[in-house]
């Protein structure tokens, strides 16, 4: 290996292994103002001499174009990310000092703030900002001109940080929504004398969801711990943030099946169309989905998660040769031993199950599923060194063998998430088919992706070792059972403990004048009149009541003593109840013209 090194100076191996994992540059997919490689913004200043405030003071002139800027038409002060050049070298030897961040305030001449762009009708304000020759102070740098060509370091830092909590937490928070409502309505609403929250077809989509949102929310409160530690999780953050939004996603999305008409039709009453609407704003901001599966998750996590990568790259940048080679050497040798450890690993587990693997003292029920996320931690990491090994600087060109590769990695922390949430709960074994069902689904999908790198390799003969390395006994997971989703649907569609946990943070209103407050009243009194009914067709099939049309059956119970007075009251509260959590909104038939369509005699009447 020393000889290797003679032949190949040092820097060979730091642009090798840059290369190798995608890191030597964010790869550039759009153009700035906009788009996704901050480091290319045409935005830029000049460090100079100008008068400010009737003096001459040192500062910059700067001029920008850009938009997407939250907040950006009524803010007061503006956060900045420009290039900054000192060509005079009034403050340095150096003349491109690189990205720098400023706080600009937006009364200052030149910048133009107002416009507003609709993100799908949101209501958030969003707009454009120009600046031409825009002079200001130096000191506007955050943290001062020694910050001066910091800011990518700050923009990822925020970014990460940033990402951990805002997107994460509004796509649990409209989740929420969505699982506590639309189970609720499944339940008060009924087709064939049958709450359709209980038929098979509707009960699928509810397993989804109620899975999909146990594993979210876990995920979200173990990546905000981090941050509350002081961490600055940049994988993480683009795992959760993918994910999560993502997941958020297929939740409102089956919600929107099960409620039909009661979601397409936008007004007062639907709670979850402007939700539906607006999921994309989720989707792209904050580092667009595509990009983040397809390039970061896998790209950043190969270093900061490798044990010996990072070694090797500070190994190639070390200024004394000999150093470097014995660095590096050391690096390398730990790297292939650890690349050797893990394919016995992963082959030993995959031949036994991972039956013996050791686990944590963990509650008896989930033993099994942390020693088969043991398994497959090991298969992935023999799986991405042999990929990073094989494929070199190819690897960051197939972006769909990396977005699986960061599929699996993101999958175990989602399963990870999930399994810690059900100890922090203390165990609660009504929560346990929601955990079920979630890390068994995740960690299927954690073994298609493997499969789906492995069947698109390149080289066919390492795709066969690795396939009787990782799966030598076939694939061990199939799709969570029928019966276990059964299980999930039906803690959806009643009120109980796990499903106020599930749901737990959210706004809840009392009043039945509010969608949400009616239909958790809805979903009481629907409860409460089961038995009721039930009497009613007992005693039809005894023919003690005769055959009556639906809205007149509760009277003609009472009058034959079917029924109490209490009864029959309790059977027209969930009926007037049930009737106003199925009734959509209707307006004039002009309603939503602009005022240029309609007629200038009714405008003028307006």
């Known amino acids: 290996m020393k000889g290797m090194l003679t032949v190949r100076p040092p820097r060979f191996y730091e642009e090798y292994l840059m290369d190798l994992i995608g890191a030597r540059a964010l790869i550039r997919v759009g153009t700035h103002p906009g788009g996704a490689d901050a480091a290319a913004t045409p935005d830029a200043g000049v460090v100079c001499r100008g008068l400010w405030e009737g003096r001459e003071i040192l500062g910059m002139r700067v001029t920008w174009d850009k938009r997407y800027i939250t907040l950006g038409p009524i803010c007061s002060v503006l956060g900045l990310a420009f290039r900054l050049y000192d060509p005079e070298h009034l403050l340095g030897a150096k003349e491109d000092l690189g990205i720098t961040c400023a706080l600009v305030r937006t009364d200052t001449p030149g910048v133009d703030i107002g416009r507003r762009h609709m993100p799908l009708n949101a209501v958030f304000q969003n707009g454009p900002t120009t600046g031409r020759d825009v002079f200001m102070p130096i000191d506007w740098i955050i943290g001062g001109p020694p910050m001066a060509g910091q800011g990518w370091r700050m923009l990822m830092e925020c970014l990460a940080a940033g990402r951990s909590i805002s997107l994460p ?36 989509p509810l397993a989804r ?17 981090a941050v509350d530690m002081g961490e600055k999780p940049s994988v993480v953050s683009a795992i959760v943030k993918y994910h999560l939004t993502e997941r958020g996603r297929i939740v409102v999305n089956d919600a929107m099946d099960i409620l039909g008409g009661k979601g397409i039709c936008l007004g007062p009453s639907n709670f979850m169309g402007r939700a539906y609407q607006q ?7 904050e580092g667009a989905n595509i990009l983040t599966r397809s390039l970061i998750i896998f790209g950043q996590g190969a270093i900061r998660c490798h044990p010996y990568v990072l070694a090797e790259i500070g190994a190639t940048r070390e200024p004394d040769r000999r150093k470097a080679v014995r660095d590096f050497d050391a690096a390398l040798f730990g790297h292939v031993g650890f690349a050797l450890s893990n394919a016995v690993r992963a082959f030993v587990l995959g031949i036994t199950g991972s039956q013996w693997s050791h686990v944590p003292e963990v509650a008896p029920e989930t033993r099994r599923h942390y020693q088969k996320l043991t398994r497959f931690s090991a298969a992935f990491a023999f799986l991405a060194d042999v990929s990073m090994l094989a494929l070199g ?37 009504a929560d346990l088919p929601l955990l079920e069902w979630s890390v068994w689904d995740a960690m299927f999908r954690a073994q298609n992706a493997i499969e789906g790198v492995l069947s698109n390799y390149p080289n066919r003969l390492i795709a066969w070792f690795l396939q009787r390395i990782i799966f030598p006994l076939g694939r061990p997971y199939v799709v969570p059972s029928d019966e276990l989703g059964h299980r999930v649907a039906r803690l959806l569609i009643a009120p109980s403990s796990t499903r106020d946990r599930l749901t737990a943070g959210m706004h809840l209103p009392v009043s039945e004048s509010e969608p949400i407050g009616c239909i958790e009243a809805a ?25 009556a049309r639906p809205e007149a059956l509760a009277d003609a119970a009472l009058a034959a003593g079917v029924i109490s007075a209490n009864e029959h009251a309790q059977l027209e509260r969930a009926a007037r109840l049930r009737n106003e959590v199925i009734r959509v909104d209707d307006f004039p038939q002009d309603f939503g013209q602009s005022e240029l369509a309609r007629p200038a005699a009714q405008r003028a009447a307006a």
């Not at 999921?279 to 901001?285: K, R």
């Not at 060109?397 to 399963?415: F, I, N, Q």
Request: charged letters at 25%; proline letters at 2%.
């Open 169 to 204: 937490s509004t796509s649990c928070g409209y989740s929420k929504l969505a699982v506590r409502a639309t189970g609720a309505y499944a339940r008060v609403r009924s087709q064939f004398k049958t709450p359709i929250g209980r038929f098979e077809g509707i009960e699928e």
């Open 209 to 225: 969801m109620g899975g999909n949102l146990y594993m979210m929310d876990a995920a979200r409160m173990l990546t905000a711990s």
């Open 279 to 285: 999921l994309p704003v989720a989707i792209t901001v």
């Open 393 to 429: 600087g190819d690897l960051k060109r197939r972006e769909k063998l990396s977005a699986r590769l960061g599929d699996v990695l993101s999958l175990m922390y989602l399963c990870s998430a999930a399994l810690k949430r059900y100890e922090s709960d203390g165990r609660q074994q």
């Open 523 to 547: 979903l009481e009194a629907a409860i409460k009149s089961e038995p009721i009914e039930q009497k009613i067709r007992a005693a039809q099939k005894a023919g003690a009541l005769t055959a």
